[in-house]
């Protein structure tokens, strides 16, 4: 290896620890570790910084892959983490392993750091399924060792190594530390959605604590002219969530009524289960049939309707929603609506991308299953779902969660049947090594297992785990930055692909204002330059039903102006064009 190549390598570490820094992933508790290019046998570990402060080699201690000992004489000066045996005995017993990153989890820490003592509960690493291997330390302890939780003795080590059956597992500690071993910089990261509350909001301006004051803060909010060095920009985006269909008869996720704080045990669909699994479809599927109706005929509610109203008398620009219920196009088909993670209204071929009515595809559900479309004119007969009230449903023996899912305890899924994609059954694509596809139906047209390798219909949605497309990417970051002013409306935030554009916004110094009831992930990064005599131009937070504030606030607006829903040019301010 040259010396090119060994600067490429100490660039790439440090790449990796800023990366791991920057998105939160290891926090200064955590530790990242590299096995060195040039001998196999020995690895690089990180003294006691925070990823997001390492520079150089200088910050690593190298050590003997085989026993642990440090290589350098002088390295015994400092402290390395206690946790080292981690690293060496991972780098032992999987000679394919090049690195290893150690995070904890934050809502364990303050527990470790306080002596507040932790009661039992559901780890968080339980998204994770029954597949992934689990270490509990307990068992490993020898006579009269410290019971800390901590892998800081050579057994320990070598315990938790032996634990990960492949090296591809992953391990999960009963403890307050998340483990996972990782290639050296690169491959697909997949995120699994925050479950846990989040904190309690801080209302600013204080005054936006009531309805009538958080009014008067959007009012400021959406009429004050930008301090921004586009003096031509001012355009308000529009970002929202779940809580602004809450009252259109949705469930959302995080709200007092949401699916995670009512049904603990929930857990979504990943797309590479629906994309590998043929009982993970079917499941879906006979789930999604069960909720498609009262979904289906769910409508836009006051809400909905004043974001039509405020784009109408040219406040906003445009609109970009996480939710995937359709409600944002049918009330403001003028108003440009970016749906972030897809639509529900149609079904979308995974091979040849061709899309297919929802509505159609329901009859054709109804069609392959007729045992289960009776269950569901009982289940419609019922009332257990058109209720809006998620007790009385639960106590009709279902649980019903977003985007149109219903689950109904104790039904086995595996006899429902959905059909193939037609395009792909009349003409089989070809696959990359241009050998055509081959797909297999039953008697009735089911898409069946086995040889079938195409065809598989899924909701045109982006499901947890599967990336938004480049050109949606593109296109939502250009309306964050042709805008002056980010307003989010009903959401947390908690997906990542949503907060990232409200921190591009704050980045480029614009005002965020955010309604919604209930925490938002990192929202104290948003408001943190606001002094105590903000008005809202500068950014505001308040928690207010939506449904019920924003017709108010276009009322609002519209005494302000001399025209009511006048044109974008009339009740903005006049901006020069660019070439005056």
């Known amino acids: 290896m040259s010396s090119t190549d060994i600067a490429q390598f100490w660039c790439s570490v440090v790449t990796a620890n800023h990366v791991l820094d920057y998105f939160s992933l290891v926090t200064g508790y955590g530790h990242f570790s590299a096995r060195n290019p040039l001998t196999n046998t020995t690895f690089f570990h990180n003294i006691v910084d925070t990823p997001g402060t390492i520079t150089s080699s200088s910050n690593f201690i190298e050590f003997n892959v085989y026993n642990g000992a440090p290589v350098a004489s002088n390295s015994t000066s400092i402290s390395p983490y206690s946790e080292m045996w981690i690293h060496q005995a991972i780098y032992k017993r999987y000679p394919s392993i090049n690195a290893v990153v150690h995070s904890h989890s934050r809502a364990v820490l303050p527990f470790a750091n306080t002596g507040v003592p932790l009661v039992p509960q559901l780890h968080l690493d339980g998204v994770l399924g029954d597949q992934v291997p689990v270490f509990d330390i307990a068992e490993y302890y020898r006579p009269n060792e410290t019971h800390d939780f901590l892998v800081n003795l050579p057994h320990l080590g070598a315990a938790l190594a032996d634990t990960f059956s ?23 990261l997949m995120r699994i959605p925050y479950t846990a509350p989040l904190p309690a909001p801080t209302i600013i301006p204080s005054a936006a604590a009531s309805v009538s004051g958080a009014i008067a803060a959007l009012t400021d909010f959406l009429t004050s002219t930008p301090q921004l060095r586009n003096k031509n920009k001012d355009k308000t985006v529009l970002l929202t ?22 049904n603990k045990t929930y857990r979504p669909i990943y797309f590479h289960e629906f994309v590998a ?8 599927w006979a789930r999604s049939f069960l909720g498609w109706t009262n979904l289906n005929k769910s409508k836009p509610n006051p809400a909905h309707k004043a974001v039509a109203d405020l784009g109408r008398m040219g ?49 054709d559900l109804a069609a392959l299953n007729p045992a289960w479309s009776d269950f569901l004119n009982e289940m419609l007969a019922s009332g257990a779902l058109t209720t809006e009230n998620p007790d009385e449903r639960r106590r009709l023996g279902l649980k019903t969660n977003p985007d149109g ?65 480049d050109t949606t990417k593109t296109a939502a970051e250009l309306a964050i930055d ?26 480029q110094g614009m005002p965020i204002g955010i309604v919604n009831i209930g925490g938002v992930r990192g929202e104290e990064q948003f408001f943190s330059h606001l002094g105590e005599n903000s008005t809202g131009k500068d950014g505001l937070r308040c928690a207010h039903i939506l449904e019920e504030m924003l017709p108010n606030l276009v009322k609002e607006l519209g005494q302000k102006n001399t025209t009511p829903f006048a044109s974008s040019a009339m009740a903005r301010p006049f901006v020069p064009a660019p070439w005056a």
């Open 405 to 469: 899912d219903v689950d109904v305890p104790g039904v086995d899924y595996a006899t429902f049947r959905y059909p193939a994609c037609p395009t792909c059954l009349a003409k089989p694509p070809q696959d990359k090594d241009g050998k055509k596809h081959v797909i297999e139906v039953d008697v009735d047209g089911a898409w069946v297992a086995g040889n079938s390798t195409a065809g598989i219909l899924k909701p045109n949605v982006i499901m947890f785990g599967e990336s938004i497309p």
């Open 241 to 262: 969530g779940a809580g602004i269909s809450v009252a259109s008869g949705l469930a959302d996720y995080r709200g007092t009524k949401g699916t995670y704080t009512l």
């Open 166 to 188: 492949t090296p591809e597992n992953n391990a999960t500690k009963k403890n307050s530390e998340q483990e996972q071993t990782v290639e050296m910089v690169g491959g697909q």
């Open 482 to 507: 042709e805008a002056s002013r980010v307003l989010v409306l009903g959401s947390s935030l908690a997906t990542y692909s949503a907060w990232r554009l409200v921190k591009r916004a704050r980045e």
């Open 315 to 363: 406040y906003l620009s445009s609109v970009i929603t996480q939710n995937v219920d359709s409600f944002h196009p049918q009330a403001h088909p003028s108003l440009r609506t970016l749906e972030l993670h897809g639509y529900l209204r149609s079904a979308v071929c995974t091979t040849c991308r061709t899309e297919y009515d929802r509505q159609l595809f329901q009859n």
């Open 277 to 284: 699994n043929h009982a993970a479809r079917k499941r879906y």
